[in-house]
């Protein structure tokens, strides 16, 4: 089997992957009792990215020259979507780290 053939599978289940991920965190977003804005980004770039996944996996069964660059793309939303998760635990730790200061607590 060439190399070449898996790649059209792999941007295909990706993309699937990634838009049930952002099906169940906006069902939990849905259910939540309260949710701001920016609760909404991360499933919208998960989204955006599981779409351009899908078309990537679509491209490259056409084999289209394209189709590699649209992977690129999704993954590279993917891992800028991880890295700002990352980004706002360490943001939140600080904060809490200056109230428990603050608090005496700890």
């Not at 919208?44 to 189709?67: C, D, P, S, V, W």
Request: proline content about 2%; glycine content about 8%.
């Amino acid at each position: 089997m060439n190399k070449n053939s898996l790649h059209p599978m792999t941007g295909l289940l990706v993309g699937a992957v990634l838009i049930w991920i952002t099906w169940m965190r906006i069902d939990h977003l849905l259910n939540a009792s309260e949710s701001d804005w920016y609760h909404w980004i991360r499933p919208a770039f998960f989204g955006l990215a599981g779409i351009l996944a899908l078309t990537a996996g679509i491209l490259m069964f056409m084999r289209k020259e394209a189709g590699q660059g649209v992977m690129r793309l999704a993954v590279a939303l993917v891992l800028l979507n991880l890295m700002a998760g990352l980004v706002m635990l360490l943001i939140r730790l600080a904060v809490n780290a200056v109230s428990w200061i603050a608090n005496g607590s700890l």
